[in-house]
């Protein structure tokens, strides 16, 4: 891209002393959005300026950034459709610039198109998470660490799905998403301290196998245990255990928005361990925005 008279003129005062003046510098850089951070990489990258104009070129481009991944988590957030898999591509961008939805997609269909070949519709639904359940950590060789000892790259979806290595959370919530293009029912529950997946009743079953059942969830998936299938009162011991007051929430899906704030938790804890301030300040910013929006 072409730089404009302007733009050089802006780039020699932005290593100025007065605060005044730079000020002035930094607001009409940031005016033009997004769309300029190309110029000041390319700065970075091939100029040869000082080591404060350095600095301050950095710091805009991080600003301009996180300003657009902010607006993108907006709209997300007041959009009709509020798709998972693309809140969690705006999510992960912050930290991954180049990340784009198509690669999530693509990415997330070379899985899909292999589990698919191996679960049909003719199946009980224990005998479809037995298959996939195999799939997933047998053939494919998707790997759950533990979240007290993961880094950051176990925790983003994108390096999870790369790396076949990730929380609880971060593998969860791909296993759900991968489960759903399949048309199979199986959605993320917010339990306290670990990630659940809820097995919807869709065709009532539960009523057969526990005549005073309602429907509702089948059965219950825990990732952090390779995707083990346990029922409702076996996570009712669980919470009795724990001395956690049951109610109703903690055996019900949640909302996308939900699931995303557990994905910014979940940064947050992680980047707050290695004391990585700024990015713990952004991922709450982002995640005060979806609760004001929820």
Same mark, same amino acid.
């Given at each position: ?34 769309? #300029? @951070?190309? +110029?000041?990489?390319? %700065?970075?990258? $091939? ?5 404060? &104009? ?122 759900? #998403? @991968?489960? +759903?293009?399949?048309? %199979?029912?199986? $959605? ?5 301290? &670990? ?100």
């Amino acid at each position: 891209m072409r730089r404009s008279t302007s733009f050089d003129a802006l780039i020699k005062l932005i290593d100025d002393p007065d605060v005044v003046v730079f000020e002035y510098v930094r607001n009409e850089i940031l005016k033009n959005g997004k769309e #300029i @951070i190309p +110029q000041l990489n390319d %700065l970075l990258d $091939y100029e040869h300026i000082s080591a404060q &104009q350095y600095e301050r070129i950095e710091a805009l481009v991080k600003e301009l950034h996180f300003s657009h991944v902010l607006d993108s988590i907006t709209k997300w957030c007041t959009s009709s459709e509020k798709d998972l898999l693309h809140g969690l591509q705006i999510l992960s961008s912050y930290q991954f610039p180049d990340l784009t939805l198509e690669q999530l997609h693509g990415q997330v269909q070379n899985i899909q198109r292999r589990i698919w070949l191996e679960v049909n519709r003719r199946m009980t639904a224990f005998e479809i998470v037995e298959r996939m359940n195999i799939m997933w950590y047998g053939n494919i060789g998707l790997k759950v660490v533990d979240k007290n000892i993961a880094t950051p790259f176990h925790t983003f979806i994108n390096t999870a799905i790369e790396d076949l290595s990730g929380t609880p959370l971060a593998t969860g919530l791909l296993y759900s #998403i @991968i489960a +759903q293009r399949l048309n %199979l029912p199986i $959605y993320g529950v917010n339990f306290p301290n &670990q990630f659940v997946l809820a097995y919807i009743d869709e065709f009532r079953i539960h009523q057969l196998i526990e005549p005073l059942g309602s429907g509702g969830v089948l059965f219950y998936l825990l990732p952090a245990n390779h995707g083990k299938v346990i029922l409702k009162k076996q996570l009712d011991d669980i919470l009795r255990q724990s001395d956690v007051l049951s109610v109703r929430e903690y055996f019900e899906p949640c909302s996308h928005s939900s699931l995303l704030i557990l994905y910014l938790d979940e940064l947050i804890e992680v980047y707050s361990k290695i004391e990585r301030g700024q990015q713990v300040n952004h991922y709450q910013m982002l995640k005060n925005r979806i609760l004001e929006l929820a």
